[in-house]
């Protein structure tokens, strides 16, 4: 049973950088082909795709948002890190780790629960 939990700070001040950390049990990160996705949903709006990391290593981002995210891994400890600088209200969302069974495929065949975070100073 592949399991993953979002973690990180619920309240960010605008201008600052926002980090989160997926911890994933069950299952490696750097087994392929699996693609491993922070995913965010802003209040009444649908979900917006922030970006990836193949197996591999190899980051993917949305064009919208690549100039401030970057993602990165710790593979012993099977986590992978989400960084989006110069936050802004507009950021606030409710954040998710998701993996895909090969990138750009959207089957997220499991999810983390969801982490809220809030922008605001």
């Known amino acids: 049973q592949v399991q993953l939990q979002e973690s990180g700070p619920g309240l960010v001040k605008p201008s600052q950088t926002l980090s989160l950390t997926c911890t994933v049990s069950?299952?490696?990160?750097?087994?392929?082909?699996?693609?491993w996705n922070w995913i965010r949903q802003p209040p009444g709006k649908g979900l917006e795709w922030m970006g990836a990391?193949?197996?591999?290593?190899?980051?993917y981002y949305s064009p919208s948002l690549k100039s401030r995210t970057s993602i990165s891994r710790d593979t012993s400890k099977n986590q992978f890190t989400l960084q989006l600088s110069s936050v802004t209200p507009e950021d606030t969302a409710v954040y998710y780790c998701a993996r895909d069974e090969n990138y750009g495929l959207a089957k997220y065949d499991y999810w983390g629960q969801g982490t809220q975070v809030t922008v605001s100073s």
């Open positions: 069950g299952g490696a990160i750097t087994t392929n082909y699996y693609t």
């Open positions: 990391m193949y197996y591999t290593g190899r980051t």
